[in-house]
């Protein structure tokens, strides 16, 4: 079974940059038996300030690359592979609404970290945060989350957003996405994979399973996941779209300290500036 990582990314992108490591394409065997009004996949659509730290990453060409969760006013908790060799200047974060092409305020980015062993091993360590130029406009459709401070319980709810895609093969979403998901202990995700590939779900993720048709699509790569008021996971990957298997998110919880290293300043190794990247045409 192939897996890949959920995110809408541009073939050109691809193509002009070395660092966009792989574009995992879906099996042929896989079905998209998701009717054509099911969304991110399964969901409804959400009402605006549902989720209030939920935001949409997008790059050159203004358009949603990734989800993202406000962390404190300076600070966007994102996965890795949405950011990895992409040029910090160039990503515009959209806050305080359920339409991404429809922005109550738009901030960029002046740098971005990401975890110091991303991908190695494979999959692992996908966690990034995104530092903001400007500080963040706090209302009633744009606020902060905490971090999770504590593990889940085997089946606890979780609530799931995003844009992306409504169905395999798309079309995304037109406006923001929620559906409850139920966690899945370390042990109960292994079993519902194939042995092939197991090996890269690791220590560092956690799971989430309903059944086929509910789940984590392309373009909700970086997405929040929260249980109980808290930010638990950022979406990883899954196998293209809720094809009856688990979706794997980076856990919060394991990853709360390099969280926190990093926005202390505390983690030089993971610092990423803007002129160590290659640039796509001048910035206005």
């Given at each position: 079974?192939?897996?890949?990582?959920?995110?809408?990314?541009?073939?050109?992108?691809?193509?002009?940059?070395?660092t966009?490591?792989?574009?995992?394409?879906?099996?042929?065997?896989?079905?998209?038996?998701?009717?054509?009004?099911?969304?991110v996949?399964?969901?409804t659509?959400a009402e605006?300030?549902?989720?209030?730290?939920?935001?949409?990453?997008?790059?050159?060409?203004?358009?949603?690359?990734?989800?993202?969760?406000?962390?404190?006013?300076?600070?966007?908790?994102?996965?890795?592979?949405?950011?990895?060799?992409?040029n910090?200047?160039?990503?515009?974060?959209i806050?305080?609404?359920?339409?991404?092409?429809?922005?109550?305020?738009?901030?960029e980015?002046?740098?971005y970290?990401?975890h110091c062993?991303?991908?190695?091993?494979?999959y692992?360590?996908?966690?990034?945060?995104?530092h903001?130029?400007?500080?963040?406009?706090f209302d009633?459709?744009?606020?902060?989350?905490?971090?999770?401070s504590?593990?889940?319980?085997?089946?606890?709810?979780a609530?799931?957003t995003?844009?992306?895609?409504v169905q395999?093969?798309?079309?995304?979403?037109?406006?923001?996405?929620?559906?409850?998901?139920?966690y899945?202990?370390h042990?109960?995700?292994l079993?519902?994979?194939?042995?092939?590939?197991r090996?890269?779900?690791?220590?560092?993720?956690i799971?989430?399973?309903?059944?086929?048709?509910?789940?984590?699509c392309?373009?909700?790569?970086?997405?929040?996941?929260?249980s109980?008021?808290?930010?638990?996971?950022i979406?990883?990957?899954?196998?293209?779209?809720?094809?009856?298997?688990?979706?794997?998110?980076?856990?919060?919880?394991?990853y709360?300290?390099?969280i926190?290293r990093?926005?202390?300043?505390?983690?030089?190794?993971?610092?990423?500036?803007?002129?160590?990247?290659?640039?796509?045409?001048?910035?206005?």
């Amino acid at each position: 079974m192939h897996l890949w990582r959920i995110t809408s990314i541009l073939l050109l992108y691809i193509i002009v940059t070395a660092t966009a490591k792989r574009l995992i394409t879906p099996k042929a065997h896989l079905s998209d038996r998701q009717s054509e009004n099911e969304r991110v996949v399964g969901g409804t659509n959400a009402e605006p300030g549902f989720a209030s730290y939920q935001v949409s990453i997008q790059g050159m060409y203004n358009s949603h690359w990734c989800g993202g969760a406000i962390i404190d006013k300076h600070w966007i908790l994102t996965a890795a592979h949405c950011i990895y060799g992409y040029n910090p200047p160039y990503l515009r974060i959209i806050t305080g609404t359920v339409e991404s092409d429809k922005p109550r305020a738009v901030y960029e980015s002046d740098e971005y970290y990401t975890h110091c062993n991303y991908d190695n091993p494979v999959y692992s360590n996908d966690i990034g945060l995104i530092h903001l130029k400007d500080p963040i406009v706090f209302d009633q459709y744009t606020q902060a989350v905490p971090l999770a401070s504590k593990p889940l319980e085997d089946n606890a709810t979780a609530i799931l957003t995003g844009w992306g895609d409504v169905q395999l093969g798309g079309p995304p979403a037109e406006s923001l996405q929620k559906i409850s998901l139920k966690y899945l202990s370390h042990k109960r995700c292994l079993e519902a994979f194939e042995e092939e590939d197991r090996e890269i779900l690791d220590i560092g993720h956690i799971c989430t399973f309903t059944k086929e048709g509910e789940g984590s699509c392309h373009g909700d790569s970086g997405g929040p996941l929260i249980s109980g008021d808290e930010l638990v996971g950022i979406v990883n990957w899954g196998v293209p779209c809720a094809q009856g298997y688990p979706d794997a998110f980076a856990s919060v919880y394991f990853y709360r300290d390099w969280i926190r290293r990093v926005m202390s300043g505390r983690c030089k190794a993971c610092h990423c500036e803007a002129s160590n990247y290659p640039t796509f045409g001048d910035k206005n």
